[in-house]
């Protein structure tokens, strides 16, 4: 029943990308991929190196491009790794700013824990990711924003779904498991 389909998950960090992409993967049995596992670098002090240009598209080639379906969670729109053209389906998520950086917050404090924190090895980088996120909805910073992504989503080839994450997550998963099977 769900052959074929490639879908992403996308919207701005903190909508709900990962986790709906997750829990859809598993009802459908389906592999997931978090786009931001083949972007950064593991390192000591995460999300504070990328990978270049030929590590992601090797990545990219070896995890999706050998299978016929997928979920990914993410952004790839400036990547340039032929992710676009394949997409069958795209969940565009919307979330308000402020939930967006309370649930960023507990997430990485979960994650890095005292290193987020003032003083901490990388707080500095986790205040500006934040400042960062806040203005994803009015552009015009570099990296993803809601202008952007409504560009890139506006020139594709797929079928399209807008949902607001003020719903139970499943709720969201039964309504976006009703698109799937239309």
């Not at 990547?79 to 053209?85: K, P, Q, R, S, T």
């Not at 090895?121 to 806040?134: A, D």
Request: overall charge positive.
């Amino acid at each position: 029943m769900y052959k074929n389909k490639r879908i992403l998950f996308t919207g701005a960090s903190g909508s709900g990308t990962t986790t709906l992409g997750k829990k859809v993967a598993s009802q459908i049995n389906v592999p997931h991929f978090d786009l931001d596992d083949f972007f950064w670098k593991k390192t000591k002090i995460p999300f504070t190196e990328f990978r270049s240009q030929a590590e992601l598209q090797e990545l990219i080639n070896k995890a999706l491009f050998t299978q016929n379906t997928w979920i990914i969670s993410g952004d790839p729109s400036e990547w340039g790794v032929g992710i676009a053209d394949k997409l069958t389906h795209i969940y565009f998520l919307e979330c308000p700013t402020n939930i967006r950086v309370q649930r960023l917050n507990e997430r990485e404090f979960k994650k890095q824990g005292e290193l987020i924190l003032e003083g901490g090895q990388n707080y500095e980088n986790h205040q500006s990711f934040i400042e960062w996120t806040k203005k994803y909805d009015e552009g015009g910073v570099s990296g993803r924003t809601r202008p952007k992504q409504e560009k890139w989503i506006a020139s594709l080839n797929c079928q399209v779904y807008q949902f607001s994450t003020d719903q139970s997550v499943n709720t969201l998963v039964e309504n976006i498991l009703k698109t799937l099977n239309a």
